[in-house]
């Protein structure tokens, strides 16, 4: 076994956190989400649903953001430092927060109501 170098042990340890910090979101979010579909399953199920689809629709619109937000930091850095392929990082994961938004819009967007009859 071949030993990691500083970097490699850097960015092992940081996934680790990233990866905890990620399941304590999910966590705590779907802890706060009981309670509203708790409250919401007396009336009908139909509200719980519209209730979720906004929750998610928000949810991926900020982290969306987030992420874009992120990737103009790293795009000032990467400019400030001349680093070319970071600058392309950058930009892709700028795109993809674009995208998170957009999916978080479309999800926003969705009409899940059931026609009864």
Do not use: H
């Amino acid at each position: 076994m071949r030993n990691l170098t500083k970097n490699e042990l850097k960015d092992k340890k940081m996934t680790k956190v990233w990866r905890v910090v990620g399941s304590t979101a999910v966590l705590i979010m779907t802890v706060f989400c009981m309670n509203a579909f708790a409250a919401e399953a007396a009336g009908g199920g139909a509200t719980a649903i519209t209730t979720a689809k906004n929750l998610l629709s928000k949810a991926a619109t900020a982290g969306g953001g987030l992420w874009a937000v992120w990737g103009l930091v790293t795009l000032g850095m990467s400019i400030k430092d001349s680093n070319g392929p970071g600058i392309g990082n950058a930009i892709w994961q700028i795109l993809g927060g674009a995208i998170i938004i957009a999916a978080g819009v479309a999800i926003g967007a969705l009409d899940l109501t059931m026609a009864t009859s």
